[in-house]
């Protein structure tokens, strides 16, 4: 498995929560466990990939602006979710920002395959691409493991 492949598997559970989280009503344990789901999931994968993919990535003159940018759109969901925790589940405004956490999610997700992903594949070599994997998969799981 190379590095794309393993984002994309966490990606299509972001999509899947996302899309999830907001067909939900109210304070239900249903929103409650979707959410926890949805949060734990971007967290361990923003760190794992920031440390194994966008890092690494921005060695590279050419990796630079495109990780930075990557990374202040998780730091975007990270205050839409600081604001999700800050807000009761059953009030109009909880699923007004859950929406824009969705939207960011699928925006986000869209621009890494579509652009970072071609960009990276030029930039990393093969045995790079396989040797993140492993590392961002460990990172994963390790976070995971916190949340």
């Not at 440390?51 to 590279?60: K, Q, T, V």
């Not at 909880?94 to 621009?111: G, N, P, Y």
């Not at 994997?133 to 493991?145: G, H, P, S, T, V």
Request: charged content about 35%; aromatic content about 8%; proline content about 2%.
């Amino acid at each position: 498995m190379n590095i794309f492949e393993a984002l994309r598997e966490s990606h299509d559970r972001q999509r899947s929560y996302a899309d999830a989280l907001v067909q939900t009503n109210g304070d239900s344990p249903e929103r409650v466990e979707i959410y926890q789901q949805l949060k734990s999931e971007l967290h361990a994968h923003a760190t794992a990939e920031e440390r194994f993919f966008y890092i690494p990535l921005m060695e590279h003159d050419e990796g630079v602006d495109l990780s930075r940018h990557a990374i202040s759109e998780h730091h975007e969901m990270d205050e839409m979710m600081e604001a999700l925790d800050d807000t009761e589940m059953s009030s109009p405004s909880w699923l007004a920002t859950a929406k824009k956490l969705s939207e960011k999610v699928h925006h986000h997700l869209k621009e890494e395959e579509q652009k970072f992903f071609q960009m990276a594949g030029k930039i990393l070599t093969e045995k790079q691409k396989d040797a993140l994997a492993r590392d961002y998969l460990k990172e994963f799981d390790e976070q995971n493991e916190k949340a």
